[in-house]
């Protein structure tokens, strides 16, 4: 009986994983994102709005602001695709819709951060 459950939780768990692996985004922690900022040059997007921006954002982003879709769709253009875009906002909820965004544009690895901002335990830059 117990291998029955067993079974039905992977079949679940693989139908998830598959579901969400499908649509090409990952999630990041902070340390993670942290590592990777730290080995090599990112495409690191803020998409919160410019105040919040100049209230303090993680140094090397830039602002592109979730509610300017259109700047988004004109910046993205010169990006290569194939390389891994970094996404984060306050609490997570904007940079996954930004995230999806990008997916249905074409691009093959986006990130964004769990948690947002208010997870992230590096630095933060104030101003422009």
Request: proline share 2%; aromatic share 10%.
């Amino acid at each position: 009986m117990d291998s029955i459950y067993i079974g039905l939780i992977l079949l679940a768990g693989a139908i998830l994983y598959f579901f969400f692996m499908n649509r090409g985004i990952q999630t990041i922690g902070s340390d993670e994102l942290e590592n990777i900022r730290k080995k090599q040059k990112i495409l690191l997007i803020d998409v919160r709005e410019k105040h919040e921006f100049k209230s303090g954002h993680i140094p090397g982003a830039i602002n592109i602001p979730l509610s300017q879709k259109q700047t988004l769709l004109t910046k993205s253009s010169d990006w290569n695709k194939n390389k891994p875009i970094y996404l984060y906002c306050q609490s997570g909820s904007r940079s996954g819709m930004a995230a999806r965004q990008l997916r249905k544009l074409g691009f093959r690895q986006v990130f964004h951060l769990k948690g947002g901002l208010l997870s992230w335990n590096g630095s933060i830059k104030k101003g422009r």
